[in-house]
């Protein structure tokens, strides 16, 4: 069974910093594709930043400039860089990935870590 588990999230005042990882552990062939994405209450999941495993990036227009993704393969974990932050930043962010386990390509989700940016 694979799991992600994430970690980093907390409250922050604006313009400050945190980093979020994720690392996923178990029964894992390949990852193609990690990411992130966060939900604030009453809204859609959006997409933050996803890679690849060889690295090629993709962010939303709102976190480009401030929000890095980057990824440790050898340790299948992806982390997300965030500087800058802004009170619409509040949301609970969820790590994605999209693996081989076993001999199938299945999508995992983390459980989900807050970030609350207040003053």
């Known amino acids: 069974q694979v799991q992600l588990v994430e970690s980093g999230g907390g409250l922050v005042q604006p313009g400050g910093s945190l980093r979020l990882s994720c690392s996923a552990s178990?029964?894992?062939?390949?990852?193609?594709?990690m990411g992130w994405f966060r939900q604030a209450p009453g809204e859609q999941r959006e997409l933050v930043a996803t890679i690849t495993s060889g690295g090629s990036t993709n962010s939303a227009d709102s976190v480009k400039g401030r929000f890095t993704i980057s990824r440790d393969n050898a340790k299948n974990t992806v982390y997300l860089q965030m500087n800058g932050l802004k009170p619409e930043d509040t949301a609970v962010y969820y790590c994605?990935?999209?693996?081989?386990?076993?001999?199938?390509?299945?999508?995992?989700w983390g459980q989900g870590t807050q970030v609350t940016v207040s003053s």
């Open positions: 178990g029964s894992i062939f390949s990852i193609a594709v």
């Open positions: 994605k990935a999209v693996l081989q386990d076993g001999y199938k390509w299945s999508t995992y």
